[in-house]
Each structure stands twice: as structure tokens, then as C-alpha cells.
């Protein structure tokens, strides 16, 4: 067993040491796992964030070999709030009444704190707006996300304020039982221009951050698609509904079928073919998009305490509509 070195703290919430002869070839991660009661996970998610650095180096492999006589750092932030805290920000109500809120959720608005967003996100703002009338979900003072937009899609969102609304909202999602709907700007125009992918989702076999179409493991996913405007064989608009809801559906699903989103930084591989066929000025703008172009266009539910049927819808956000009126442009 390979001798420990114990750490230094030359700073505050900073570990240190300098790698021994019997700790060569050792992984970053295990070397540092132990010090000031850090779990290896911990370690790795810390490492692969940039907060190691080998001989002043920032390092971000957890799996690295060490070095005999280099001196490893680690730096180690300060724990983070264990509730979410409440951050006042703008947002677009559509609707709000004691029991949910239905908002027009930006483009670039993280949904939840996580790991790399702790703050800054929806619930820090529906904390901030509707924190008092709040009554308690799961026994906290908190808002009930019973559906998530990915940090970069817009558009219509609904989350509940109290507990029965969160069981309601809950179980319409889960079996279904509404209605919405998204649009979408897709590199080619999809033949037919309408129609369903039905294939499974599951994580990606060589990339665990991305989801895809597989063989075995996958959970069943079916998207209903058309097509409502298409400039040539270049891109289309193409209106998209969910029979299933996993993670990055949409995205995935009319990558599979060979029509990425326009602006996708996962999905979107290479500069596709179809670019070809656009005048520079709308090449240009559709491959310096900064997001994947979808948007959640509508949302239609039974109100989940008094029964009411409800629907919301939002116009497209100004940066689809801009890249539309430069495909009409250039058409």
C-alpha cells in the first residue's frame, strides 16, 4: 500500500501535498479522497471542475497518475446552502394563483440548483416571488417542479405552490394526461414532413452526459412531429408533441432520425449537410446560434384542485424569430 502523505493547509479550504516515490502512479482522486473528510466523489466532482492543479497547473483528470516531487492542490469552496435561498429576479407570469404558477421561462434560466448552478436558477426566483404563500410540499416551503425545461429551451412551464397541486400535477404528468406542444428549428426538412419516432432513450454508452437512441437499457420514448414551414431542404419549423417525457427527448429523437436542432451544443456533432443549401447571410446566422432552438410553444391541463381546463401558450422568443425572419429574407 502506497505511503499517505498528509496534507497541508497553506490557505483556507485548500489541501496539499507533495507526492512521494511510493505514491507514484496512484490516482489523483484516491490520493486526495480522505483529506479534511472529503469522499472520493467529492474529490472527482471538484477535480473534473477545475479546482486541482498539479505544480500550479490546473488539472482536470481525476484518473491522472502522480508524480514523485510534484506538489498537488486542492481547492475545496465552501459548503453550499443545504435549501435553496431566495433571489429575486424578473419573470413572466402567465398565470398564478394560491396553488401554481404558469411562467414564460427564459432561455439560459436553470430550472434547479445543482452541482455547477447553485444559484440564480427558477426556484431561487419563485422562492424570492411567491415564498410566503408557499404551503408546504414534502414538508418544506418550497416549490413543486413537476416538470423540467432544460436550462437553455424556452417557454410555457408550470410549478406547484401546494401539496395537492404537486400531487395533482404530478400524476398528470406522469400518465400524461395533458397537453403541450414545441417548436423547433431543425437542420433539413424531416420526410414525411410528419409522423413519430418511437425508440427508446437511455445514457449515451461512451458518453455518460449525453442520452441517445439504444439497443438495450433505454426507457420507451415516442415524439409526435409536423412540419409548419420548411425553407427548401435546408431547415424547417417543425411542431413537436410528447407522448413520453425523458431527458432531452426531442433533442434526441430528431437527431436519431438525421434532423438535429438548430444550434444544439450535444446533439449537433459536425456542421451538417444541409447547410449547403442556405445563402451565407442564414448559414451564417444558424451556425453561430448560441442554443438549441426549441421552445415550449403551449400547455394545456385540468386545473389540479378545482378541475378547470387551462391553457397557456407563448410566442416564440425573439432570437428563434429573428433566425426565422433571416431564413424569409434570404428565401
Not at 24 to 43: C, E, Q, T
Not at 258 to 286: N, S, W
Not at 320 to 331: K, N, P, Q, R
Request: charged share 20%; glycine share 10%.
Amino acid at each position: 500500500m502506497s505511503a499517505r502523505t498528509e496534507p497541508s493547509e497553506s490557505l483556507p479550504g485548500t489541501l496539499e501535498f507533495t507526492a512521494t516515490a511510493e505514491q507514484a502512479g496512484d490516482r489523483l482522486d484516491r490520493a486526495f479522497a480522505g483529506m479534511g473528510g472529503l469522499s472520493r466523489s467529492r474529490v472527482k466532482a471538484l477535480v473534473e471542475a477545475g479546482h486541482a492543479a498539479r505544480g500550479g497547473v490546473t488539472t482536470t483528470d481525476p484518473s491522472e497518475s502522480l508524480r514523485p516531487g510534484l506538489r498537488y492542490t486542492l481547492a475545496v469552496p465552501p459548503p453550499e446552502a443545504a435549501t435553496p435561498q431566495p433571489q429575486a429576479m424578473d419573470l413572466t407570469i402567465l398565470f398564478e394563483d394560491r396553488h401554481l404558477i404558469v411562467l414564460d421561462k427564459p432561455a439560459g434560466l436553470v430550472v434547479h440548483p445543482a452541482p455547477g448552478n447553485p444559484d440564480g436558477t427558477l426556484v431561487n426566483a419563485i422562492l424570492a416571488h411567491a415564498g410566503e404563500e408557499l404551503s408546504g410540499i414534502g414538508g418544506e416551503k418550497r416549490p413543486g417542479i413537476v416538470h423540467r425545461l432544460d436550462k437553455d429551451t424556452s417557454g410555457v412551464m408550470v410549478v406547484a405552490k401546494s401539496e395537492p397541486a404537486h400531487h395533482a400535477l404530478s400524476t398528470a404528468f406522469a400518465e400524461r394526461d395533458l397537453e403541450r406542444s414545441y417548436l423547433a428549428l431543425t437542420w433539413g426538412t424531416p420526410s414525411p414532413i410528419s409522423g413519430s419516432v418511437e425508440a427508446p432513450i437511455g445514457r449515451h454508452p461512451a458518453d455518460r452526459k449525453r442520452m441517445a437512441v439504444v439497443d438495450r437499457g433505454g426507457k420507451n420514448a415516442l415524439t409526435h412531429y409536423a412540419t409548419e414551414r420548411a425553407w427548401g431542404a435546408a431547415c424547417a419549423l417543425v411542431r413537436c408533441r410528447l407522448s413520453t417525457g425523458r431527458t432531452h427527448q426531442i433533442r434526441v429523437h430528431m437527431a436519431h432520425i438525421g434532423h438535429p436542432l438548430v444550434g444544439d451544443p450535444v446533439y449537433l456533432r459536425r456542421t451538417p449537410a444541409a447547410a449547403r443549401g442556405l445563402p451565407e447571410a442564414a448559414r451564417e446566422a444558424l451556425l453561430a446560434f448560441p442554443r438549441q432552438a426549441l421552445h415550449a410553444q403551449s400547455l394545456g391541463f385540468r386545473h389540479p384542485v378545482t378541475g378547470e381546463p387551462l391553457s397557456f401558450s407563448s410566442p416564440l422568443p425573439p432570437d428563434m424569430a429573428a433566425l426565422i425572419a433571416t431564413l424569409d429574407a434570404a428565401a
